[in-house]
């Protein structure tokens, strides 16, 4: 992960998370939200991971990113399509290649 921006990692999680990145930038990863802060970060193209739900997002731009939900995520998720009758996001299809080196690779 090359986010560039700041890069913030407390010792103390203490009225805050251990891992803050600012004004960052993502493309092409896999995120993992759990456990960390984000603001003012851009993320394009990426695979976004939320389990827990415990993190902090703040004025970020996401463009053309996929939010794969685990555990309790998955579960409030399910949660939601019950009251709704409609799924609150798009699910990932795990058979298909997460980024578009990955597509291209296949043929």
């Known amino acids: 992960m090359n986010p560039g921006g700041d890069f913030i990692e407390k010792s103390s999680t203490m009225g805050g ?5 600012k004004n ?6 896999k995120i993992e939200l759990d ?3 984000f603001s003012h970060c851009t993320f394009k193209d990426c695979i976004i991971v939320l389990e827990k739900g ?4 703040t004025g970020c731009r ?3 990113c996929k939010l794969l939900l685990r ?9 939601i399509k019950l ?7 798009k699910v990932v299809d795990l058979d298909e290649p997460l980024f578009e080196e990955a597509a291209s ?3």
């Open 17 to 21: 998370f251990k891992i803050q990145y």
């Open 24 to 29: 960052s930038n993502f493309s092409k990863e």
């Open 35 to 37: 456990g960390k802060s």
């Open 54 to 57: 415990e993190t902090k997002i």
């Open 62 to 64: 996401i463009e053309n």
């Open 71 to 79: 555990g309790n995520a998955y579960t409030v998720g399910k949660i």
């Open 83 to 89: 009251f709704t009758g409609k799924s609150p996001l």
């Open 105 to 107: 690779k296949k043929t």
